[in-house]
């Protein structure tokens, strides 16, 4: 058992309660580590920390190009260290080297992108209607900003928070999922590392009713960033609301995966397996719902499912396994359960559709890839977000069924489609009520380009030049060039 503490106020602590919780391998199905168990006082510790860096001392005397500087350090030690973070992420997580070894080579540019913008947030000075008036504009920081992730991708989900948090000047808390928080101590080494000052990067570990709850409502945090549950979400916005905390909610989806008549078939199959089956499903993107033009539906789902039964499932530390466990057994639960559901709505399951039987998985949290066939739009199985490898497969017949099936959803994160047809690739993308569109690719994601949900999949946008707006507040300065001061009863 490897034994971690939190990192608060640029010190190692353990919860003020001295509790723990352990952290589980997802393929042997045991404890590897454990995590200080923080509470309400361990939280708010971690807020008077953040608030102090960011009104004195000398995060808020550093220069933005200071600010950048540090940003573009972090990167690099992220970079030195991305093999070994990446296997620490399938341990705790159990998603494939593969995957992992990329995002953790991947991260870096978060904080370079960021960082390289750190000094170049300007206002502007307004030619305003007024005379004698100097008006310009100052972007500043908002302060305490919380960071909220998901279990699936803890680094890569921080890091769409973090790095634009700090290039703006604020200063931050992070909670990891209970069943993920490895990752996000180890990153807190390196930022120490890195030499940000003492309480501009804090983690506290446990669980949501506690932590979670009292980094949502605390009166001095100003931006809460959260990636989860659609629940989850809903019960953030409304508390962050009260205090009237800005918010960013990147929540989840049930995304639809079109594949037309005139797609280049090969390819689309590739892409429908990576869109559901990576990650063993467990992606707020995944195309969950597969929808093939009836012409060539039969054949079509023929090749997804050859190539599904290809896949090899195993243990995730080998970069020949191509399926891993799921996370929690909690997952895992919920994913048979869906696949129960789905039997008795009427759904046809045509591969997979249970635990996998052989020994060497008896261990670890494992389900096969299944697909369902003959599904009804309106069934649970399409409508719910299973977040695992389970894939709902409908037929369509016209480019406008396509869009009403696609757009019958409360989410809309994702969405991507199959053609050659260039006039329908724009009438869809424009049709499609989805964050991010896909054509003729599936989950390509980018520090660069705008990551959020339409509808129920959540408010705002990571990534991309914009998202530093999330964690700016604009100011205006007015001054007076006259020398007099007029008639003080009317507005001037
Ligand atoms: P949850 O909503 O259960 O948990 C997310 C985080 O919120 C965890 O850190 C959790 O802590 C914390 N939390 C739980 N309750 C509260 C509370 N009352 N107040 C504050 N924080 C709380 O989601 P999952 O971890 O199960 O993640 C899966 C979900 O995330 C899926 O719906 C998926 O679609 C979505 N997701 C969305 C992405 C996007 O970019 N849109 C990307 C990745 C995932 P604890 O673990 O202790 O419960």
Redesign the pocket.
């Known amino acids: 058992m490897q034994t971690y503490k939190m990192f608060i106020d640029g010190q190692w602590q353990d919860a003020a309660a001295g509790e723990t919780f352990a952290s589980y391998n997802p393929f042997t199905g045991e404890a590897w580590a454990a995590i200080p168990k923080g509470k309400k006082e361990d939280a708010e510790r971690a807020i008077v920390a953040a608030q102090k860096a960011f009104t004195s001392g000398p995060w808020p005397k550093l220069t933005a190009s200071d600010r950048g500087h540090l940003l573009r350090r972090l990167g690099d030690l992220i970079a030195e260290n991305a093999e070994r973070l990446a296997k620490i992420e399938v341990v705790d997580n159990g998603k494939l080297i593969n995957e992992m070894l990329f995002q953790l080579k991947y991260i870096p540019q978060w904080y370079y992108y960021f960082g390289g913008l750190a000094d170049k947030i300007e206002g502007a000075v307004i030619p305003i209607d007024k005379p004698e008036t100097f008006n310009y504009t100052r972007h500043e920081p908002l302060g305490v900003c919380v960071g909220?992730?998901?279990?699936?991708?803890p680094l890569l989900?921080l890091s769409?928070k973090l790095a634009p948090a700090l290039a703006a000047g604020n200063t931050f808390v992070a909670?990891?999922?209970?069943?993920t928080s490895v990752s996000t101590l180890e990153l807190a080494k390196l930022v120490e590392q890195a030499g940000f000052p003492p309480g501009v990067f804090n983690v506290v570990t446990?669980?949501?009713?506690d932590?979670?709850?009292t980094?949502?409502t605390h009166e001095h945090v100003a931006k809460i960033a959260?990636?989860?549950?659609?629940?989850?979400?809903r019960?953030?916005g409304e508390?962050a609301a009260r205090s009237f905390k800005k918010v960013t909610l990147?929540?989840?989806?049930k995304s639809p995966h079109i594949v037309f008549a005139d797609a280049e078939i090969d390819n689309a199959v590739n892409g429908v397996i990576s869109g559901i089956f990576a990650a063993t499903g467990?992606?707020?993107?995944a195309g969950s719902r597969l929808l093939i033009e009836r012409k060539i539906h039969d054949q079509f789902l023929e090749k997804v499912i050859a190539l599904a039964r290809t896949a090899r499932m195993g243990d995730p530390l080998l970069t020949s396994t191509q399926v891993g466990p799921v996370t929690t057994t909690q997952?895992l639960d919920k994913i048979l359960g869906y696949i129960d559901i789905a039997k008795k709505e009427g759904a046809e399951c045509v591969f997979g559709g249970g635990r996998p039987t052989e020994p060497e998985f008896s261990k670890g949290w494992f389900v096969e890839p299944t697909i369902f066939s003959s599904v009804r739009n309106d069934m649970r199985i399409a409508q719910e977000?299973v977040?695992g490898p389970v894939l709902a497969v409908i037929p369509f017949e016209t480019d406008e069924e396509a869009i009403q099936i696609a757009n019958d959803s409360r989410y809309g994160?994702a969405a991507g489609f199959w053609t050659q047809d260039m006039r329908r690739i724009l009438r869809m993308s424009a049709a499609i009520q989805a964050g991010t569109v896909w054509v003729n690719t599936y989950r390509t994601i980018s520090y660069m380009s705008p990551?959020?949900?339409y509808k129920h999949?959540?408010i705002g946008r990571?990534n991309g030049l914009a998202s530093i707006q999330n964690y700016l507040q604009t100011k205006s300065v007015m001054i007076s060039t006259a020398s007099s001061v007029a008639n003080p009863f009317i507005m001037r």
């Open positions: 909220i992730t998901a279990w699936n991708s989900l769409y909670k990891p999922s209970e069943f446990g669980f949501g009713a932590v979670g709850e980094l949502t959260f990636t989860g549950s659609e629940a989850t979400g019960k953030i508390v990147e929540l989840g989806g467990q992606t707020c993107i997952q977000e977040f994160l990551l959020g949900g999949s959540g990571e």
